[in-house]
C-alpha cells in the first residue's frame, strides 16, 4: 500500500505533532488512501504525508483544526529520508569537551570527554571533582556538551 507521492502539510507551530494525529485519525475513519504520516520534530509548522494524491491530503486536512493547507506540489521518498535516518548519540561530541552528565548516577556532574566509541555510542569520560582520575564510559545521550574544545 505504498504510493510514494508526499506532500507537505502546513500547520500551526507546536501543533505538528497533534495535527497529524488527527489527519490519521480522519483518513482511517474515511477510509482514505494515506499510507504514511511524518512529523519530524525539528521541522517546524509541517510535517508530511504519503498518500495516492493530493486530493486524498486536502480531503484529509478539511476541518481539521490547526492544519493550514496542503503545500502546493509534491515531493518524493528520497526528499524526506534524511528525517527518517536516526542520528548518532555522540553526534557533536569531540574529545576534549566539557560534557555534564545529565542522568544515571553521576548526574549534575561535570567531566571531560576523553575517548568517543561511535560504534557503541559510549563516551569515556574523566570526572572533575574525583579525587583520583577514574574513567567513566557513557552513552552518547547521557551528557550534554557545556563547553568545546578549542582546537589549537
Not at 31 to 44: G, M, Q
Amino acid at each position: 500500500m505504498t504510493y510514494g507521492k508526499v506532500y507537505a502539510v502546513k500547520t500551526t507551530v507546536n501543533q505538528e505533532r497533534t495535527v497529524a494525529d488527527m489527519l490519521a485519525q480522519t483518513a482511517e475513519r474515511e477510509d482514505l488512501e494515506v499510507s504514511a504520516i511524518l512529523s519530524p520534530d525539528k521541522l517546524r509548522g509541517y510535517f508530511f504525508v504519503e498518500a495516492s494524491g493530493a486530493g486524498q491530503v486536502e480531503e484529509a486536512v478539511n476541518n481539521v483544526a490547526h492544519a493550514r493547507g496542503v503545500v502546493s506540489g509534491e515531493s518524493s521518498i528520497s526528499e524526506v529520508e534524511h528525517f527518517l535516518k536516526p542520528k548518532p548519540m555522540a553526534a557533536g561530541i569531540n574529545e576534549g569537551d566539557i560534557v555534564e552528565l545529565v542522568s544515571g548516577p553521576f548526574k549534575g556532574e561535570k567531566a571531560v570527554v576523553k575517548r568517543i566509541d561511535p560504534g557503541h555510542e559510549e563516551i569515556t569520560l574523566e570526572l572533575f571533582e574525583a579525587m583520583v582520575p577514574i574513567p567513566v564510559t557513557v552513552r552518547g545521550d547521557s551528557v550534554r556538551v557545556l563547553d568545546r574544545k578549542v582546537e589549537e
